[in-house]
């Protein structure tokens, strides 16, 4: 696919990581079997978004209040000529991909939306692995429910929930214990949501 034509506007995206890093905050209390994870407060006028497995794969996305950029890396695949990927980036998105945490981690490709919100991406003409790491983020509940189910190992988590989620509507404990009916750590549960910058009506 091509992936600029398939991803969300910015503004949905933000929706979608918001969402999936809720249901992982959900489905799992232990950070390091967690996939997706959201920081609303980033930096001033920013918000972060990271997918990690323990195999290395990864992706970074930043929010800035008008802009996003993603930074992919792959192991399966070379990393790339930074010089090639970043021609014609906007200098707004230059201390992100060059600096720290995103310098260390390396970079297969890299998106960002341009000055009419549209997605700009640099071809080297190498597969890089970008349409396996991001086709979480179509917008799709039907894409994370299958990934959730087969991942965390789980018969059935309701659509409808992850529906709600997806819409950004206000999560309350019967929709948190339909999603995972053995949920005991409330407390990080509360503190992700935070972090998350998601609302949530109940008390433990």
Same mark, same amino acid.
């Given at each position: 696919? $091509? ?23 959900? =489905? ?17 006028? $920013? $918000? ?8 290395? @794969?990864?992706?970074?996305? =930043? *929010? ?5 950029? +993603? ?15 970043? %021609? ?20 297969? *490709? ?14 080297? !003409?190498?597969?890089? !692995? %970008?349409?396996?790491? =991001? ?6 509940? +039907? ?8 991942? *965390? ?9 992850? @529906?709600?989620?997806?819409?950004? $509507? ?35």
């Amino acid at each position: 696919m $091509e992936i600029t034509k398939e991803l969300p506007s910015r503004e949905s995206l933000q929706m979608v990581c918001k969402a999936i890093s809720v249901l992982d905050a959900i =489905l799992c209390s232990e950070w390091e079997y967690r996939y997706y994870s959201y920081n609303s407060q980033w930096g001033e006028g $920013e $918000e972060f978004c990271e997918m990690q497995d323990m195999e290395g @794969e990864r992706f970074q996305i =930043l *929010f800035k209040e008008k802009d996003c950029i +993603i930074n992919g890396v792959h192991n399966d695949y070379e990393a790339a000529d930074k010089s090639i990927l970043t %021609k014609g980036l906007p200098e707004t998105y230059q201390e992100f991909l060059f600096g720290e945490p995103v310098a260390s981690y390396g970079t297969n *490709f890299c998106i960002w939306t341009d000055e009419t919100g549209n997605w700009q991406c640099n071809e080297t !003409g190498k597969a890089d !692995g %970008k349409e396996e790491l =991001l086709h979480i983020l179509d917008g799709n509940p +039907i894409t994370y429910k299958q990934w959730a189910e087969e991942y *965390f190992e789980v018969e059935e988590i309701p659509l409808d929930v992850i @529906e709600q989620v997806y819409r950004g $509507e206000t999560l309350t404990e019967s929709m948190v214990l339909a999603v995972n009916p053995e949920m005991e750590d409330w407390e990080q549960l509360m503190s992700d949501l935070e972090d998350i910058n998601y609302t949530f009506q109940f008390k433990r």
